[in-house]
């Protein structure tokens, strides 16, 4: 197995201006940068620009890009996802350059646009600047910690996965993703937050790597990811005008998953209300409410969320709608 993880990862105030340096050290001479409307603001440079969304709306036609030797991805997840993904259809290396920290995707080889989300390659370098992601909204820095607690659930799953059906499974990997959340929770929990974006743009490449090592999603998403995929699935379907952000619904997907897993082990008896109290404590939202959705809605991600794709978790063969309207009435998601 081939496992590719970033050669630079610069994470500090003013590190934007650092993607010359990187680009020449890398020697790499003619970058295409993929962002969105809210972030080409910050591509103060002499290179192309396109919109991801251009992108994703057109079909990727490979002599349009001939003489680009590099993607930089700069913006939120889509675009980051975007460029990713053009960057594994050319051939030609990745570099991410996040905005904002809402989500692992930083550092991950996985681009997720659609389900099922697949292997691509790590970026080859991540340039995160602090001072732009501290002053990125507020939501989507607090949809961030949504994406690290689902950690939690993810790993447990992937080791219930290992135990029921055999899967394969990699203690090293686990361990680092779940070290990963449980330091950034204990940190949301006993601090006054000054450096809760240094610590979450940390914590999400160090989880985006944790994927590149187990090769797989397995240490990042379970249960709670396959709860959002349902989501953005039924938002799809039905045509539902909620804007709720990937890690907002993984976060309230980690509060209903770890509460099955409680129930299955008396060691984890507490785990929900911490991460929940973690959740609050950043304004993530932990309510059907808060997060936009009816409660049918909820009830229905829960009980489809078994289908998204092939992997075991908690759900195990599915929730019925009973199971599933108690679920979120008894972790006060509804
Ligand atoms: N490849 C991977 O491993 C992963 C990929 N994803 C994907 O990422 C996407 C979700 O990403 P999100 O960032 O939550 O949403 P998003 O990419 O839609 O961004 C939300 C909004 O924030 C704006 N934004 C970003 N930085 C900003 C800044 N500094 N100032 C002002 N506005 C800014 C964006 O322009 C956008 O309008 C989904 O498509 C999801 O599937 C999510 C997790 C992991
Ligand atoms: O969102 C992700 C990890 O945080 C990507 O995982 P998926 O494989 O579930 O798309
Ligand atoms: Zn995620």
């Not at 109290?277 to 959705?293: H, I, Q, R």
């Not at 809605?297 to 969320?305: D, F, K, M, P, R």
Request: proline fraction near 3%; hydrophobic fraction near 40%; charge should be neutral.
């Amino acid at each position: 197995m081939i496992i590719i993880t970033p050669r630079y990862t610069i994470i500090e105030n003013g590190a934007i201006n650092k993607i010359e340096e990187v680009l020449k050290k890398l020697n790499l001479r003619n970058p295409l940068i993929v962002t969105g409307r809210n972030t080409k603001k910050y591509c103060k440079f002499s290179y192309d620009v396109e919109y991801y969304d251009e992108i994703l709306n057109s079909q990727i036609i490979e002599q349009k890009y001939i003489g680009y030797d590099c993607i930089i991805g700069v913006g939120g997840g889509r675009a980051i996802d975007t460029g990713k993904y053009l960057a594994y259809k050319l051939r030609i290396p990745f570099i991410s350059v996040p905005t904002t920290a809402s989500n692992d995707g930083i550092a991950s080889p996985i681009v997720s646009i659609k389900q099922p989300s697949f292997m691509a390659d790590a970026p080859i370098a991540i340039i995160a600047d602090t001072e732009i992601i501290k002053k990125s909204p507020k939501r989507l820095l607090s949809a961030g910690m949504g994406d690290i607690v689902s950690n939690i659930t993810a790993v447990l799953d992937w080791k219930l996965a290992y135990k029921e059906r055999g899967e394969k499974y990699s203690e090293s990997s686990a361990i680092f993703s779940k070290t990963i959340a449980k330091e950034l929770i204990s940190y949301v929990l006993n601090s006054d937050l000054s450096e809760y974006h240094n610590k979450l743009v940390k914590a999400l490449v160090g989880s985006g790597i944790a994927i590149a090592i187990a090769n797989s999603s397995r240490p990042a998403s379970g249960s709670e990811h396959l709860f959002s995929h349902a989501l953005d699935k039924l938002k799809e379907e039905y045509n539902l005008d909620v804007n709720s952000l990937h890690g907002e619904q993984c976060g309230i997907g980690t509060i209903m998953m770890s509460y099955l897993h409680e129930k299955e082990n008396k060691k984890l008896f507490g785990l929900h209300e911490k991460i929940k109290m973690s959740l609050k404590k950043v304004d993530a939202p932990t309510t059907a409410k808060e997060l936009g959705f009816d409660e049918d809605i909820i009830i229905e991600a829960l009980t489809i969320a078994h289908k998204i794709r092939n992997r075991w978790t908690i759900l195990r063969e599915g929730l019925s709608r009973e199971e599933a309207k108690k679920l979120a009435e008894e972790t006060g998601i509804i």
